[in-house]
């Protein structure tokens, strides 16, 4: 329809004529309320705003010197986090001397790495920053779906299979000198 022929029949109708999508070929328009446009619109984007993800980045501080119940204890809210979806940022703040042995802080992230590996992706690899050492882990996407779905898991009891124990052989007498090669029968599991 012609612009002008458009714009005359918007306004018998006591409505106005609204550019919808200004880059197709021809333009697109519709005759509408502007203000229930406007409306609309602003509505979508509220919407658009709720549905949004916000991912938080949570910290978990270690030294060099941090001990397995003060690392296991971090390191179950770290898998807390990553299941919940939020990023994970782990540091190793060392003091004086600490620095000397950075190692120490490299084996912990090394270690929290392998233990979060199944929920989590490294993002940045472990690095100095100044007088600390950190690595960001990323949830992996699969997992934290999995997680928010899951369902509880029936424990199935397996069978436990006989062991076999070989008897232990009879002792030869002392007179008979000779070296016999050892069997499978002779060896106890």
């Known amino acids: 329809m012609d612009t002008r022929d458009a714009i005359q029949e918007a306004r018998n109708r006591g ?21 229930k446009f406007l409306y609309e619109q602003k509505k979508k984007a509220h919407d658009a705003k709720k549905k949004q993800v916000t991912v938080e980045v ?14 296991s204890y971090r390191m179950e809210n770290a898998r807390k986090w990553l299941n ?17 042995h950075r190692e120490l802080g490299g084996k912990i992230l090394k270690k929290l790495t392998a233990d979060l590996i199944d929920l989590a992706d490294v ?23 999995d997680a928010k779905k899951a369902a509880p ?11 076999k124990v070989a008897k232990p052989a009879a002792k030869k007498p002392a007179a008979k000198a ?3 090669p050892k069997t499978d029968e002779d060896e106890i599991f």
């Open 58 to 71: 949570k910290e978990i501080k270690f030294r060099p010197g941090t001990d397995d119940h003060d690392y």
């Open 84 to 100: 919940d979806g939020d990023k994970v940022r782990a540091t190793i703040a060392f003091r004086g001397r600490e620095m000397t």
């Open 123 to 145: 993002e940045v690899y472990p690095k100095m920053e100044g007088y600390q050492m950190f690595t960001i882990f990323n949830p992996k996407k699969a997992k934290v779906a």
């Open 153 to 163: 898991v029936e424990v199935v009891e397996k069978e436990e299979k006989p062991v």
């Open 15 to 35: 409505i106005d004529l609204v550019e919808i999508a200004p880059k197709a070929q021809p333009p697109v328009c519709k005759m509408i309320d502007y203000g």
């Open 178 to 180: 000779k070296a016999e």
